[in-house]
């Protein structure tokens, strides 16, 4: 069973850092995408960034481009999210998700298996 488990989020003001950590396990093929996913308040879910585990490709949205970055940790089957510059309307839910064949990265539903969440709240 495949499981994924968030940590690293918190509050921190504006032009702050966090990162987040995404330890997984039970994947039963070595070629999946793992993704960073938040909702904030009263919107819907967005794919932040993601990573294939298959050679590395990364995927940002654009509101954070130049400010966040995805990275893999192969033998510790650990994905990090670095966020660098925070600001308020970062403030939300970040889920760990993963999902097989996943053919566009930037679709929530293109990603099977989710974490519990963890919350990051920038305050201006």
């Known amino acids: 069973q495949v499981q994924l488990v968030e940590s690293g989020g918190g509050s921190v003001q504006s032009g702050g850092s966090l990162r987040l950590s995404c330890v997984t396990s039970g994947h039963t093929k070595s070629n999946h995408c793992v993704g960073w996913i938040r909702q904030a308040p009263g919107k819907g879910r967005e794919v932040v960034a993601a990573?294939?585990?298959?050679?590395?490709?990364?995927y940002y949205v654009d509101s954070v481009k130049g400010r966040f970055t995805i990275s893999r940790d192969k033998a510790n089957d650990t994905v990090y999210l670095q966020m660098d510059s925070l600001k308020f309307e970062d403030t939300a839910m970040y889920y760990c998700?993963?999902?097989?064949?996943?053919?566009?990265?930037?679709?929530?539903?293109?990603?099977?298996?989710w974490g519990q969440g963890t919350q990051v709240t920038v305050s201006s």
């Open positions: 998700a993963a999902g097989y064949y996943v053919a566009e990265v930037s679709r929530v539903s293109e990603y099977t298996y």
């Open positions: 990573i294939y585990t298959a050679d590395s490709t990364t």
